[in-house]
């Protein structure tokens, strides 16, 4: 079975620093690509960034460009989203998620994590 668990959230302030992580397990072979996406209270959830499992090819939502990095250790089967210059509207639920293409929309993504919140105080 899959299993994609999140860890790393928590209150922060706004300016502040902090990195999530994706553990997976039980992942198959076509599971190309991991990334991250983001709730808030009554919003659809959105993409945040993305990598290729091979070459590491990587792909971000605008609004993180610059200060989101992600980072993958395939032999740990994780991938990492360090996230600086937080601002209050980085607020949300983020999950985690596997699929078989790199691409900005959850349809490509067939694995998910529970989540994990992350608040950023003002």
């Known amino acids: 079975q899959v299993q994609l668990v999140e860890s790393g959230g928590g209150l922060v302030q706004a300016g502040g620093s902090m990195r999530l992580s994706c553990a997976a397990s039980g992942l198959p072979f076509s599971s190309y690509v991991r990334g991250w996406f983001r709730q808030a209270p009554g919003k659809e959830r959105e993409f945040v960034a993305a990598i290729t499992r091979s070459a590491g090819v990587t792909d971000y939502a605008d609004s993180v460009k610059g200060r989101f990095t992600i980072s993958r250790d395939n032999a740990k089967n994780t991938v990492y989203l360090q996230m600086n210059s937080l601002k209050p509207e980085d607020t949300a639920t983020y999950y985690c998620?596997?699929?078989?293409?790199?691409?900005?929309?959850?349809?490509?993504?067939?694995?998910w994590g529970q989540g994990t919140q992350v608040t950023v105080s003002s």
């Open positions: 998620a596997a699929g078989g293409y790199l691409g900005q929309s959850p349809h490509n993504y067939n694995y």
